[in-house]
């Protein structure tokens, strides 16, 4: 079995037959496309294509930089690292980047819905939430944790996500 690195930087075994919960990523990624799309409505109307590659470019920088400082500290504690980590630490932290792809198609298709700038904005929000929320339920319940602990999960990022619901009401306002 192949070795990766784990979130805390220490070495652990990968292993492919168990199903994954680690959903850090896809949570952060929700998190942070939400954040854009809060971010670029207190500027203005934004252009659809410009929210859909701000997305996805956000996405894929934060993913780089996450796998750079995991990489990064690895090597602080002197191991060496072999491609097949660095391929490991890539793929794992490759959701953060698929959770831009939601808000970024309902950016997207907004027009078809005959929504507004505005409307997009919301809409896209929307999507990110639901995803982070999800997620944060998925992660809960593939490790295992009790109905009362997955709603607590799924709640918790609920409220992360309205903060920032709240800030961009409170940005347009």
Do not use: C
């Amino acid at each position: 079995m192949p070795s990766v690195l784990s979130r805390s930087g220490a070495t652990a075994w990968h292993r492919p037959d168990r199903p994954r919960t680690d959903y850090t990523g896809a949570i952060y990624g929700a998190l942070l496309a939400a954040s854009v799309i809060a971010g670029t409505g207190a500027f203005g109307p934004f252009p659809r294509l410009g929210l859909v590659l701000l997305l996805l470019v956000t996405g894929i920088v934060f993913w780089a930089a996450h796998v750079y400082a995991r990489l990064a500290g690895e090597r602080i504690h002197g191991e060496l690292l072999t491609w097949d980590e660095v391929r490991g630490v890539a793929r794992d932290e490759w959701p953060m980047v698929q959770a831009a792809v939601p808000p970024a198609i309902a950016v997207a298709i907004s027009p078809l819905l005959g929504l507004g700038l505005a409307g997009t904005a919301w809409f896209a929000l929307g999507v990110a939430l639901a995803e982070q929320v999800l997620w944060a339920s998925v992660a809960a319940v593939r490790a295992g944790a009790s109905r009362r602990l997955v709603a607590v999960s799924g709640l918790v990022n609920l409220v992360f996500g309205l903060i920032i619901v709240v800030a961009k009401t409170a940005i347009h306002h």
